[in-house]
């Protein structure tokens, strides 16, 4: 049997991470992908829906010149250049060769293949066995999720990864799922000229977020052009009843509203199973929907877990914190061990919504004795100067008990970037009494978070 030190099971960002660092470190490492190294992110996920963004993101600030500056003549969107940047720039035409290579010249191993763990130290490879001296990461990642609405399997509907290849965009979308998938692409959608409907079963958009931020959200889609449904899930979806006709889907709510689309994408959550890669041979139970992890990313002895199957948070930024965690306690160095209080995340709708730490519902329900601040961005001086596409706010949610930030969100322009500083602060668990003392800069948009810590103080 071929041995190594270690062997990684799929090379999402996190796992790549790990091989490339302990291959440079001199360890003989085994990465085995049977998609494409680099996982979701470069290829389907975060990188070509965000260029898809920037793009849609242009064609509405060229809108919003109106108004603002003066006129411009005509703003006619083109796909062909999107679909372009993603095949040419971002994913060399869906073709990993570029990172595999990077991994071999490190003196890596890769087999394109499906790896299951059987056992402590052992991988098998479509059915070939490995052993892994030292340990076994797995970064196997997430897929779309399919949920079970009664005609689904037989229409042909899109996932991100569809989307992600378009060469061009229907006329009209029905967006099943108004998460942080559905709402940004279906906003890229719309922004391009397509018809889109969203349809989502919770009672607000970007449920996880602050109510706050679902209200705003929705009524920019009102704005734009997009129609939502919030409260009702699909209950039947069928093809078009006319064979030849643009409309190819026809989904049918449950309150009865019938909707026809070209397409139909559907955006409903992510689907991870430990099970499925043999997790269960080390000890995970069969139904668990997620690999346990402790503080150093171990799921047992010599078996590590990163990324969106840990259940710590479906970004490249989790998955990447943590494959720093398991370098280091493959390598034995000192380092801190894993902690998700600041987990940040940003949606990136426009206007963008960015979140660090708890929600006030969570902190609720964690027993913190919670105090808010707020502030509508309009009232701010940088708010009330951006005008048009400013809508927004800055939450902040505060354990007055430690006189601590223990969340926040932001939502407008460029919150990603603003949150960072907010971010900061509940990792840092900087003082609110400090906080305060800071001066921000005159007249920016993180300039807020000085409005919404007087609100705060108000309400004491
Ligand atoms: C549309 C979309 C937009 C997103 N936007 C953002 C964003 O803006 N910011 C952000 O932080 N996150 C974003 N995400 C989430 C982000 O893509 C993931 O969290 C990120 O890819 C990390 O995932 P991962 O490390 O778990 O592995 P993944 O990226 O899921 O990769 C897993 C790898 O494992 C391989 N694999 C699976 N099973 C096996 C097996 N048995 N054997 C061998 N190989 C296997 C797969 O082929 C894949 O290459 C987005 C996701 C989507 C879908
Ligand atoms: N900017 C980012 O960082 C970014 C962008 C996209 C995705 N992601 C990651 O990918 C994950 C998955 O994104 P997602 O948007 O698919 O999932 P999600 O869990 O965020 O949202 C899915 C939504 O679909 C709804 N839903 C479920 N079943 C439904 C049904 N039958 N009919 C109508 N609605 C239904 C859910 O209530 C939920 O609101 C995110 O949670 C995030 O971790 C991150």
Sequence with gaps: MESFDIIVVGMGPGGEHVANTLAERGLRVLGVDHGLVGGE??????????????????????????????????????????????????????????????????????????????????????????????????????????????GL?????????????????????????????????????????????????????????????????????????????????????????????????????????????????????????????????VGVAADARVAPTDEWCRVAPGVWAVGDITGKGAFTHVSMYQAAIVVRDVLGEAGPPADYRAVPRVTFTDPEVATVGLTEAQARDQGVEVRTGFTALGSTTRGWIHGVGGDGFIKLVADPGRGLLVGATVMGPAAGEVMGALAVAVHAEVPLDRLRSMIHAYPTFHRGIEDALADLDQRS
Aim: glycine share 12%; charged share 25%.
């Design 41 to 150: 992110c470069p290829y389907w996920g975060c990188i070509p829906t965000k260029m898809m963004v920037r793009a849609a993101d242009a064609l509405a600030e060229a809108r919003r010149v109106d108004g603002l500056a003066g006129s411009v003549a005509d703003v006619t969107p083109d796909w062909s250049l999107v679909a372009r940047r993603i095949r040419d720039e971002a994913t060399d035409g869906w073709d990993d060769q570029v990172a595999v290579e990077r991994f071999t010249q490190k003196g890596g191993t890769f087999l394109r293949g499906t790896g299951r763990v059987v056992g402590p130290g052992r991988v098998d490879v479509d059915g070939k066995p490995y052993a892994a001296g030292r340990g076994i990461v797995v970064n196997v990642g997430s897929r779309a999720a399919t949920p079970p609405i009664e």
């Design 153 to 281: 399997e037989g229409v042909p509907f899109w996932t991100n990864r569809e989307f992600a290849e378009a060469t061009a965009l229907p006329g009209s979308l029905v967006v099943l799922g108004g998460g942080a998938i559905g709402c940004e692409l279906a906003q890229v959608a719309a922004r391009f000229g397509t018809t889109v409907t969203v349809v989502e079963s919770a009672p607000r958009l970007l449920s996880p977020e602050e109510p706050e931020a679902s209200e705003r959200i929705a009524t920019v889609f009102e704005r734009e052009g997009i129609t939502v449904h919030v409260g009702s899930a699909a209950a039947t979806v069928a093809a078009s009843p006319t064979p030849g006709e643009a409309d190819q889907v026809e989904v049918t709510l449950e309150d009865g509203t019938v909707l026809r689309a070209e397409r139909l994408l559907v955006a409903t959550g992510r689907r991870t199973d430990p099970g499925a890669v043999g997790l269960g041979s």
